[in-house]
């Protein structure tokens, strides 16, 4: 490498913000550069952070791998829980529930996958509701939960058991924090009050905080929440407004007191107008009431929270304000946000935090000299919509294939335009069960097809080669997936023995002798 070339290195990066996405992102980039690339980070205690986002997708698992974060000391020090899938209620039509779950369903067979067979079975009458084909989904209502362990053959479904947390996000960041600060991040206490550019360039020089501080860095990261205080509030990066399909705009949020187990899923009921969700921590419950503001007034919002949680509440109920949407460059110049300052698509299927993961992950990939060259940001963005654009369409998907007609706000949302691609999605899985993963698209088929169905889409027939089985093998393959998942649910513990035994010290897993399997 050239001197030339050696001086276009980046080598400082400033985070502005301290919430789980400038923690995450200290975190990794300590973990990844080393002190190679001098990292601080600025966040204002008086502004703090938003303090919710406490359920993720089982990818977290993998960014804690990269970090070579413990999981058992994760879990004590975050308070978590684990998570298997989300529990939709009055989603479909009033007194409907059904669970989203991680993980696989039954078994495929041949060029076909398990649930085309299930299909079969069913249209003979032969099969029994989607769920008993899962192990996530069976096993979460029961309140059971483990990790794989160790001894389960890899054929078992108990070797692989997909699963996601449940956390305090403020003790998460907290737990970052300590992270970073070890592998030689910098965390600079203030207020940003002024963000500093060049004349020619538009590139971020430095931010300016209330004391009078300047900061410089080659890289800058926004942080800052809903403020997006240098990628919008300084570049203008502009802001797509995607509220025509997500109209859901204002989030009450409580604490309560946690009464019994905590369940090994996020809960999800359909109000009037927006949803509520409910996730279990060791200590206590996290609430929110998710609502378009077109539709309800806060007052009956409050009305709704209140009485529908389990314990009494902690405190009173905080009011967010947000527009769902994304930035139309999440990288521009020499800024990229990460977290919320990026966009916010709404909490249903708790992707935000994972969109943080995978902008880290992304830049990580992309990472650029400190020229910033046009060419990768293209590559980032471009990306990133794809990403934004096809979790929207899964999150639209549990809103418009409702049969509710009994509010205003459900008629508008079952009855809007979608994208043509989410059309084709429901379409062409209405017409014989198929699912085609398009790229790199977060969600895949187990996914897509527990929505379908759990909200009432019933393919009219099964795909043409499943007749490759003989109608008796087909339905002893849907038989016996049933009792092998059946089994192994019965081998699993209580979730609440298994945080007990796992996170009470680092070395126990249960010993289960998984001899079940497909
Ligand atoms: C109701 C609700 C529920 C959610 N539930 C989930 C969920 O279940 N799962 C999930 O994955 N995600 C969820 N999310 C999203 C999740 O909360 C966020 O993605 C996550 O917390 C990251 O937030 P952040 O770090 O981007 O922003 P914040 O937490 O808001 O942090 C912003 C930081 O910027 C700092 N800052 C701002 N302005 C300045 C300034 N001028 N100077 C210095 N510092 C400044 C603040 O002090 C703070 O440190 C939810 C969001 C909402 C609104």
Redesign the pocket.
Known sequence: MTQQETDRRVRSIAI???????WMSAAAISKFFGRSIDVVL???EE??????????VPHLSTFNHQLEIDEAEFVRQVQGTFKLGIQFNDWGKIGDSYIHGFGTIGRDLGLMPFHQYWLKARAQGQAKDISEYSLNTRAAPLGKFMSPPSDAPPNSPLAEIAYAYHFD?VSYARFLRRYAEDRGARRIE????AVNQNGETGFVESVELESGQLISADLFLD?????A?LIEGTLNAGFEDWTHWLPVDR?L?VPCEKVGPPTPYTRSTAHKAGWQ?R?PLQHRTGN?H?YSSQFSTEEEAAEILLNTLDGPALADPKL?R?TTGKLRKLWDRNVIA????GG?LE?LE?????L?QSGINRLMKLFPTADCDPVLQDIYNRQANFEYERIRDFIVLHYHATERDDTEFWNYVRTMSVSDELKSNIDLFRANGQFFRNGEELFGLTSWVEVMLGQGIYPQTYHPAVDWVSNADMLALVSHVEKVIASNVQLMPQHEDFIERCCSSRSPQFEVRARHKF
């Open positions: 502005v913000g301290g919430g789980t996405a400038g600025i966040e204002s502004i703090g952070i938003i303090g919710v986002g406490e359920a993720t996000a203030g207020k940003v009050v942080c800052t929440g809903f403020r205080l989030a949020v969700f996730i929110g998710i967010l947000f990460i977290g919320l300052a916010f909490p708790s992707t935000a935090i994972y943080i």
